[in-house]
């Protein structure tokens, strides 16, 4: 079976699950819960209930397909599954704020339509409902393995501000070291992943040694996805991302290509004259895409990104036994490094 | 011994945690957790270590106090009375961005130093903070009980962001009933000082009927606390509080007094033509303080605030046993009613 059928099988009830934790607790607060709504794409922008896309949904289907491939029943996994889906959607509703985005996926953004301030707190209280959902384990859990859960929780939501935090800063240095890049996605990117799997192994039941490499096989698929990502924003095809091409050159996003061209002896000046500017004219931004090419950057970030997927299935190998669902974490991994949007 | 000994007792522990809290976890990330100190009053707005006055801890004093009023060593709530500081600090820098205010006890809100992306994630990583120190609980309680902490913690978060909705929403408008805006302070104000007491009280391992008691006199307290502060918001003296006299009139918060006014069948209609307008000349304040005042406003806000008192006060007789926290608590309670500043 391809992740495909697994996440498909998932979705309904992921999207219950969703729904069920956003029914507000009393009519006067109607609205905050709605607007949460409306971001996962659940309300349209009058709050009248609607299915819009708002995402694939992929942290829970990781949480339950992980839970699955360590022989348990995902069911056990959901309340994790959905809270980490919330967690993921309140970040991006403070950094549609933080970067200043009009729209995501082609909607209006909280703070485009509510103003900043509602915006904040709107993001504040799905951040809160996440955590609260996670209260719902203890029906099915020992009490021991949920607090494992809270903790693993809490500490992917410090590392994703921290994360975050850099990545802001960042914006404003070209003194960056690849290193550092690679430490804020851990933070940014990967480390909500590698919660996914790993939180995901814990409900399964998972002994200390085999959730630990679901944990790494989740930080390698996050670091993958997110150099691809970083690749796709320079070379990827205009028909296949839906962005124009050159997107990331365009609005200067210092990502692991650019960071490469910006520290390599060669290349690294002329570009750094060319970033220290306002913006890039059409011209340039076809100069910096050809230069980053010639100094072999592509091939730096997709060797890169190879390495980390082969990290992600030798992480996967050492959780022992071939279930059908530890197939689909493969084949999901494959897909994500060969994936051209 | 008056609860102002108490506290003085328990400072240096609640600053140790805190400042403990707040390491970070790797260099690259120093700046984010300095900007949370700063905000602490730990930092200077050079991120040099330093002690200025940021508040009284009152929320973790109480939490302390009431694990001491049932009879158990007040360290066993050390992690959570410093939590609970964190978090309400955390609600502080979003709400500084949301009002757009540009100083917070004499000193620059973290916003206007830093910008309003980074500080809606620094709010978001003391948020996170907050929610992490409560797991070294485990290290002294039974899991069943950490889990009922964290269960009461994660209720008041979501609560608190309601109580925000609430009061950002009403600033739009003139229609709202005296029972809502109750209901706002429940959340944005009793809430955090009701988690103090119940979870200080389950902390030291009373009885739910007792833990009950305790959350009960932290809601009541916290709101006689907020309607004594809407009374001091319009009538208080310049020389005793520091704001200037009718501060509330002049930026048209729509506190309980107002409302009462609002709602009032002879001075409403007056009153909503005045508050309809863009802003209030100094002799129009006048004339509001003076229709409230000849309504009962006054009169009606405290009455209010001693009902609200004499809850508090129940709610502590209910609690048993008399230890000298238990009378401390009351002092506290009485002095809140009481004060002028």
Redesign the interface.
Known sequence: MSYRQYFARYLPKIEEAIEGALQA??P??E??YAMMAYHLGLRDHHLRPAKVNAGKRVRPMLCLLTCEAVGEDPDQALPAAASIELLHNF?LI?DD???NSPTRRGRPTVWHLWG???A??????L???A??L??EL?ASHP??R??QV??LF??T??R???G???D??FESTLDIRPE?YL?MIEGKTAALIEASTSIGALLGGAAPEIQEAYAAFGRYVGLTFQIIDDILGIWGREQETGKSAASDIITKKKTYPVLYGLNHPQIGPTLRELYDGPSLSQEEVRLVVDLLEKAGAREAAYSLAEEYHQDALRALDRTGVKRPAQEALRDFANTLLHRRA
């Open positions: 607790p009393d006067r607060v609205e905050h970040s403070h704020i933080e970067d900043i301030a509602q904040i707190n709107v993001g504040d209280g951040f809160s409902l955590r609260y996670l209260n203890g009490p021991q949920v607090l809270q903790r809490d500490q939501c410090l994703l501000t921290e975050q935090y850099l802001m800063k550092d430490y």
